[in-house]
T-cell receptor, first 112, second 110 residues
Framework: DGGITQSPKYLFRKEGQNVTLSCEQN?????MYWYRQDPGQGLRLIYY???????QKGDIAEGYSVSREKKESFPLTVTSAQKNPTAFYLC???????????FGPGTRLTVT | KNEVEQSPQNLTAQEGEFITINCSYS?????LHWLQQHPGGGIVSLFM???GKKKHGRLIATINIQEKHSSLHITASHPRDSAVYIC????????????FGTGTRLQVFP
């Protein structure tokens, strides 16, 4: 079955700790994306990558970092510099160039 | 003002009713997407369209490029249609990035 997976589903961390969220896809998609969702707001783009070893900042990249060493994987690190990290994080992938995006099930991060 | 606006924000319906959700946008687009988010949080792409009309089962999406407006219709609504419906656009300036509306929360009661 082709798809996109995120782990874990729920994640709890103490303030000041870095945490890495996993995103894997086996759809052979070139492009991958990380979004953040907060109550009452639309999804906001954190980072995206159109090709291996390359990525671009989205609208709210501060306090986050990513890597794209393999086509299948696009992990997101939420650093201690992110002021309000508690949110629902969604990963997506697509064939390049504005085509339909496929979303993972999301990771709900709570930082206390 | 948001570049993508949806209405209504919340919608309740009785099973069997015809439902319409509206989306207006203010940027030039290459495509418009309708997405469905269930209470668990996962998002599914329903439609991607750049002109005209698409139909899938009881769902119909239309777009009017001149008026910068799209509608999502659900015929014969069912409680399992209860979800948040999200409109998003791929802008002409950067087709890889989606601009999202804030969503319409639909509840269908039996």
């Amino acid at each position: 079955d082709g798809g996109i997976t995120q782990s874990p589903k729920y994640l709890f961390r103490k303030e000041g700790q870095n945490v890495t969220l996993s995103c894997e896809q086996n759809l052979n998609h070139d492009a991958m994306y990380w979004y953040r969702q907060d109550p009452g707001q639309g999804l906001r783009l954190i980072y995206y990558s159109q090709i291996v070893n390359d990525f671009q900042k989205g609208d709210i990249a501060e306090g986050y970092s990513v890597s794209r060493e393999k086509k299948e994987s696009f992990p997101l690190t939420v650093t201690s510099a992110q002021k309000n990290p508690t949110a629902f994080y969604l990963c997506a992938s697509s064939m390049a160039g504005g085509s339909e995006q496929y979303f993972g099930p999301g990771t709900r991060l709570t930082v206390t | 003002k948001n570049e993508v606006e949806q209405s209504p924000q919340n919608l309740t319906a009785q099973e069997g009713e015809f439902i319409t959700i509206n989306c207006s946008y203010s940027v030039g687009i290459s495509a418009l997407h309708w997405l469905q988010q269930h209470p668990g949080g996962g998002i599914v792409s329903l439609f991607m369209l750049s002109s005209g009309k698409k139909k899938h089962g009881r769902l119909i999406a239309t777009i009017n490029i001149q008026e910068k407006h799209s509608s999502l219709h659900i015929t014969a609504s069912h409680p399992r249609d209860s979800a948040v419906y999200i409109c998003a656009v791929s802008s002409q300036r950067d087709t890889d990035k989606l601009i999202f509306g804030t969503g319409t929360r639909l509840q269908v009661f039996p």
